[in-house]
């Protein structure tokens, strides 16, 4: 007889197969890969970086759709001057994002989801203690260990359609690496006037978003793998 295990690994080895492309075609793309790879690392710290910002890099060996790509970095920092936007997480940000959060939002494949941070806001102590070190992380340029994992839940498109090809695959982060990014990235680079059409692009359009029109869409309807609660 067919086990549930048998079942899930058939199930597993299905969505694999189907959304593999989508999972690595971004390392398909020429920075991914040699020459420019070596140039700009694999987090582009390196001067190569700094020289596009700058709008000095040097595009002759450079195809046309990375081109458009490093021309638009250089509009953008134009428009934002380094250091123009600060990266420190203060006591206060930190406690009102968290009171405002919605508890039911599934993430964090560790188990720290929703219900600790915004349980955590009633201490003075551990609200400044998770500010800081998501300051530090900020700084630092990096982030903790948990940080760099996730948890991929495939979501029905339209609810009944339950097809490997018709799922959307999404992946859950830690909680606080996602509010450290909204916190920078969306409240704050959405409060600069410049920056509204570029994030109105990249997350979709809404009206309750702080760059004039964009909101965050989270899913839910994770289960298992220690990624709770599930909305």
Known sequence: ATTPKILMASASAIFVEVHNKRYVLAAEAPICKEPLLGEFGQFSLR??????????????????????????????????PENSVSTTVM????????????ENTSSSESGLHFGHYKAITTSTYLT???????????HLGTSVDRGRRGVTVMLEKELGINLASKLRA??????????????????????????????????GDSSTFAGGGIHYKTQGMCQGNGAAPAA
Do not use: C
């Open 47 to 80: 001067p190569a970086a700094a020289q596009v910002l700058a709008g000095t890099y040097n595009y002759v060996s450079v195809d046309q759709a990375t081109a458009d790509k490093f021309a638009s970095a250089t509009d953008i920092r134009s428009l934002i």
């Open 91 to 102: 006591p206060g940000d930190w406690r009102y994002y968290w009171q405002n959060a919605k």
């Open 128 to 138: 400044h203690f998770h500010a800081a070190k998501t300051t530090v992380a900020l």
């Open 170 to 203: 999404i992946l859950l982060m830690e909680a606080d690496f996602n509010a450290a990014n909204k916190l920078i990235y969306g409240n704050r680079l959405g409060a600069i006037e410049e920056m509204k059409f570029f994030l109105r692009t990249a997350f």
